[in-house]
């Protein structure tokens, strides 16, 4: 029904359509003063964090993502319910809320943050960490 596009729905903040058709922002001049710093990064689009973040880690790898620690969009939530999708096909599918993924030292984390926020990023935040195992992402919990 192509009507569920113009449709409002107030969880979204306007019709399906403009959630859907939201444009891709560019990173670059977020990320020039960190580059430094970082040892990895993931621009989380098709396969989301569940494909995106393992082709960044080093054999001996693996990143453990904490879903609790970033608010998902509206967007998400809607997709997952209406559509009645699963949660790890969601992680799998989508970005969840997170455009881009940085890998940095433990040591470099709150520099990095810092940067971030002082160049205007808000959502800026530590997710997870990276530990030794192979080169995947495994999730501290589905309970969202």
Do not use: Q
């Not at 959630?19 to 960190?34: G, I, K, S, T």
């Not at 990064?41 to 960044?56: E, W």
């Not at 940067?115 to 080169?135: C, D, N």
């Amino acid at each position: 029904d192509p009507s569920i596009l113009s449709r409002s729905y107030p969880e979204l903040g306007g019709t399906l359509g403009e959630a859907l058709l939201e444009p891709h922002r560019c990173y670059y001049p977020l990320l020039e003063p960190v580059l430094p710093l970082i040892k990895g990064m993931a621009h989380i689009t098709g396969g989301g964090l569940t494909g995106n973040v393992p082709r960044v880690l080093p054999e001996g790898c693996t990143a453990r993502i904490d879903p609790d620690t970033w608010p998902v969009p509206p967007i998400f939530t809607f997709l997952r319910e209406r559509g009645d999708v699963p949660v790890d096909e969601m992680y799998r599918t989508f970005n969840m809320g997170i455009g881009m993924a940085l890998v940095c030292a433990k040591a470099d984390v709150s520099g990095v943050i810092a940067k971030l926020i002082g160049g205007g990023e808000v959502g800026a935040a530590p997710i997870g960490e990276i530990r030794e195992g192979s080169p995947a992402v495994e999730y501290a919990h589905w309970d969202r």
